[in-house]
């Protein structure tokens, strides 16, 4: 078995099937699909029996999808393990490009690759990731280039199926990044994580996803791959992404105004707990690892500063807690002046704030 795909879903029957026909139409058929059901409530199991034994199917308690994840990959069989969530799409050859580059280059246990956007109003960008990272991209500083240590040309290196290159030409000037990206990782979201494979034996080391992050789960065990190994990157699009009003993403209510809080802490302490959890590293990279934890408390901070409560004690708990964060931004070396004095300010007076910086900015 080369491959173990592993697609968790939550209530998802509608748009399951599209994502389990994407992986039987690829270009190899040596992987197995393992569908990880995290106790939806709706018809799911009854649309997964059409698929008998194309799939395996394990139904569990929900847990989350760090946790549906980590059932699929105990399960796996395959020498290499891929994830897909269930509302998205697999590109016909993606685990063949992503297996020929493993076999390939044996010092490599992770290849992510560039991956699409759409939604059904007709959206395409078909190269996604620089738009989906942008605060990483947008600069210009950052690069594949600066993030890998080398690279090859993918026509003479092998990667690229022959038959690909000829009904994809414009594919056939991607290039396959190589190196260790550990520091980048820790200072920029460059990782699309749903395009990645890797080695099922680094399981042992890395160890599994970690289920009390409801949030960048993903990214934190990423950076556990990163930290130990060699990574990769496909400058080529194996993945798509679907666009869709159940994403968090796309809501905008009070009550999803207190998930984005939720994000942005989960994401700084992901970041916190690698960047402590070397003091030699820390000591050597402080500069650096300083001003991005300074960002990151900011960007917790702002969201609770934009969260206006209805009572008179929540109108007051959020400015305080993210004059919190505020104060490890000048803790970290960059204080937020601008942002310390607006959070003494009532509601109105912060969004004519938020409002200026936005204009500032554009």
């Known amino acids: 078995m080369k491959v173990s795909v592993i697609i968790p879903t939550y209530n998802r029957g509608e748009l399951l099937g599209q994502a389990i026909d994407s992986v039987l139409r690829q270009s190899i058929d040596c992987h197995e699909i393992i569908v990880v059901d995290d106790g939806s409530i709706d018809d799911t199991p009854e649309r997964i029996k059409s698929y008998g034994e194309k799939i395996r199917y394990f139904r569990t308690r929900n847990g989350g999808p760090a946790h549906a994840r980590n059932v699929g990959m105990r399960m796996a069989r395959g020498k290499y393990i891929a994830f897909l969530d269930s509302d ?5 050859y993606k685990l063949e490009v992503q297996t020929r580059l493993l076999d390939l280059y044996p010092s490599v246990a992770m290849v992510y690759t560039e991956f699409s956007g759409f939604d059904e109003e007709g959206y395409w960008e078909k190269d996604h990731l620089r738009t989906y990272h942008k605060s990483a991209y947008r600069s210009g500083n950052v690069t594949y280039g600066s993030i890998f240590s080398e690279s090859v040309d993918l026509l003479r290196s092998g990667i690229l199926p022959e038959s690909l290159s000829g009904s994809e030409p414009d594919l056939r000037q991607r290039r396959a990044y190589f190196g260790n990206i550990f520091d980048a990782c820790l200072l920029n979201t460059i990782v699309f994580t749903n395009s990645m494979m890797f080695r099922r034996d680094i399981l042992p080391k ?16 990423v950076l556990r791959i990163c930290r130990q190994h060699n990574v990769a990157f496909l400058d080529i699009p194996t993945y798509k992404l679907r666009y869709h009003p159940g994403q968090i993403s796309s809501t905008a209510t009070r009550k999803e105004s207190m998930v984005a809080i939720k994000i942005q802490q989960y994401l700084l302490r992901a970041v916190k707990k ?6 030699n590293y820390y000591e050597s990279h402080r500069a650096t690892i300083d001003r991005q934890l300074a960002r990151l408390h900011r960007a917790v901070a702002v969201p609770l500063l934009s969260h206006e409560g209805k009572s008179a004690h929540t109108r007051k708990y959020f400015p305080n807690r993210a004059r919190r964060y505020l104060a490890k931004c000048r803790q970290y070396g960059h204080p937020e002046y601008f942002l310390w004095a607006v959070s003494y300010g009532p509601p109105v007076i912060r969004r004519i704030a938020f409002a200026a910086m936005s204009i500032w900015k554009k």
């Open 206 to 221: 890395v160890g599994w996803q970690n289920e009390s992050f409801p949030f960048f789960e993903e990214m934190e065990f």
């Open 274 to 279: 690698h960047a402590f959890m070397d003091p």
């Open 88 to 92: 998205d799409l697999y590109y016909p």
